[in-house]
């Protein structure tokens, strides 16, 4: 079964230093991973997502990701926080396999940006 | 476009009183999910449906019904609530494309808390 470890819960950081946020999969086949950001008091939105192909991945905002096969991390990461980013980040975990690609959630990172 | 909603925002019930939440997504998504958020334990799945008229349990189904009459819908009810059922449940519906998975959409979720 696959399951995922953000084994930070609270990251407090000045506002433009960078920051990153740890996250490791575990699985016994190929994975699909994502980045989901929850602002206060709103749902979840996709900030990024690995499928195939570069194990770079971007999103619009300077967010970035690698994904490590041989480490089972997908770490995320962006070089100057802003005040804007504090929220709450959870790594997702799918095994894209049978008609269904469920997600399994890590406990999420509370990401704590000030002045 | 709204996406992905959710009725109601917020749910005070009594132990042993019934309610159902309303899912409703415009995006034509064949697969639509129940998750529900606890303080430092992400989300996790409480069932999901594939299809129109299908529905499946997920990772804590114990509690809760689902049904998917129509496409754009999915009901999550609690036939009789538990203290333990106070929660954040968000819904969230995807498609898949070429047997990978697509992003989860999220709704904005529903407080629920039972005394």
């Known amino acids: 079964a696959q399951s995922v470890t953000q084994l930070d819960s609270q990251v407090p950081v000045f506002e433009e230093a960078p920051v990153e946020l740890r996250c490791n999969y575990s699985?016994?086949?190929?994975?699909?991973l994502f980045w989901y950001v929850q602002y206060p008091n709103q749902g979840l939105q996709l900030l990024l997502k690995?499928?195939?192909?570069?194990?770079l991945v971007e999103s619009i905002n300077g967010f970035e990701a690698e994904f490590n096969k041989s480490q089972t991390s997908f770490h995320l990461r962006k070089p100057s926080v802003h005040i804007s980013d504090t929220a709450e980040y959870f790594c997702?975990?799918?095994?894209?396999?049978?008609?269904?690609?469920?997600?399994?959630f890590g406990t999420g990172t509370r990401l704590q940006v000030t002045l | 476009n709204a996406g992905v909603t959710q009725t109601p925002k917020f749910r005070v019930l009594k132990t042993g009183q019934s309610m159902t939440l309303l899912c409703a997504q415009d995006m034509n998504h064949e697969y639509m999910y129940w998750y529900r958020q606890d303080p430092g334990m992400g989300l996790r799945l409480i069932h999901y449906?594939?299809?129109?008229?299908?529905?499946a349990k997920g990772e804590v189904p114990d509690g809760y019904n689902v049904s998917r009459l129509k496409k754009q819908n999915f009901l999550l009810g609690l036939e009789s609530a538990a203290p333990s059922q106070t929660s954040v449940y968000f819904c969230a519906s995807s498609q898949e494309r070429d047997s990978r998975p697509y992003e989860q959409y999220f709704g904005p979720g529903t407080r629920l808390t039972v005394t």
């Open positions: 997702a975990v799918s095994e894209g396999n049978g008609p269904a690609s469920k997600l399994t």
């Open positions: 699985s016994s086949v190929s994975v699909y």
């Open positions: 690995y499928l195939s192909g570069s194990t």
């Open positions: 449906s594939v299809g129109e008229g299908t529905t």
